[in-house]
């Protein structure tokens, strides 16, 4: 869906739900053509992140974007096993939507009692690292480097948040 960019546009957040699932898998699917995001779990040095946190509670949101009658979603963040992810669409980068998702979740994560947040970021994401840190996540461990499916190679810092 394309909205008239001569309208205003509203945000909102909304939990991912199964009536939801054909709107948040065709985001996906375009998330995972801009970014490799999504892969990064799968990269990761064999790493049983499980160990780190318990199996607490676990929840997925939506960035919905409305006009008129029509709505879409443009971002997704989740919180599983106490790590923290979030993508948004290239086109709505810059509008303040990964800040609002970050603080929803970290809301959401204070009244479901999860203590701890984590997370891997790409090292040149500055916007992300920006984001993380105004949060007051911070840096935990050393930077590790992974190379991607595509044969990229990114590095990624850990940031953590104690809530």
Known sequence: MIFD?????EFYIEQATLALAPQW???IAKL?????T????????GENESQLVDNGPAVTLLMMA???TQSQPVGMGSIENGELGIAVLHEYSGL????LMV?????????NDVH?????????????????????????????????????QVILQRMELKL
């Open 116 to 152: 701890y947040i984590w997370l891997d970021v790409q090292i040149d994401n500055a916007a992300a690292i920006h984001i993380y840190e105004k949060l007051h996540f911070n840096k935990a461990g050393r930077q590790q480097s992974f190379v991607m499916p595509d044969g990229q």
């Open 32 to 36: 995972m053509t801009e970014s490799n």
């Open 38 to 45: 999504f892969y990064v779990a799968g990269v990761r040095d």
């Open 96 to 99: 303040g939507i990964g800040q």
């Open 25 to 27: 898998q065709k985001l």
């Open 5 to 9: 960019e001569t309208q205003p546009i």
């Open 103 to 111: 603080g929803s979740l970290l809301d959401w994560a204070r009244e």
């Open 66 to 68: 409305e006009q008129g």
